[in-house]
């Protein structure tokens, strides 16, 4: 406590040529810690902002995946009972390439 009010004192007894490049001084560390601050702030905002888009990019991907290989699956089965193609290709969407490869 006492180191403070040393300090203290210390500034009171500047000229004012020296009491105003002290307030100078003084008020462009605060505005760097605000801009430090703003820009941490920033940072994280956008990497969040990228992970929650990628996770729903990665989802989204994931569900047309599962999609795909569900009608695979149920053209494979299809045509391991005999369902004739165009059947296949009509109640499934997929290519007549895609069948022809199963």
């Known amino acids: 406590m006492f180191k403070h009010l040393e300090r203290l004192a210390a500034v009171a007894n500047l000229s004012e040529a020296n009491r105003v490049a002290y307030d100078k001084a003084v008020d462009r560390f605060y505005v ?4 430090e601050e703003d820009m941490q702030d920033r940072v994280e905002n956008a990497m969040r902002e990228g ?3 990628g996770m ?3 989802r ?7 999609i795909k ?3 695979l699956e149920t053209a494979k089965k299809m045509k391991s009972l005999g369902v004739s ?5 009509e109640a499934t969407g997929l290519s007549l390439e895609e069948i022809a490869e199963l």
């Open 60 to 66: 989204e991907e994931g569900i047309k995946e599962g």
């Open 51 to 53: 992970r929650e888009k």
């Open 56 to 58: 729903q990019e990665g």
């Open 32 to 35: 760097s810690r605000i801009y």
């Open 69 to 71: 290989e569900g009608k």
């Open 85 to 89: 193609t165009d059947i296949i290709v």
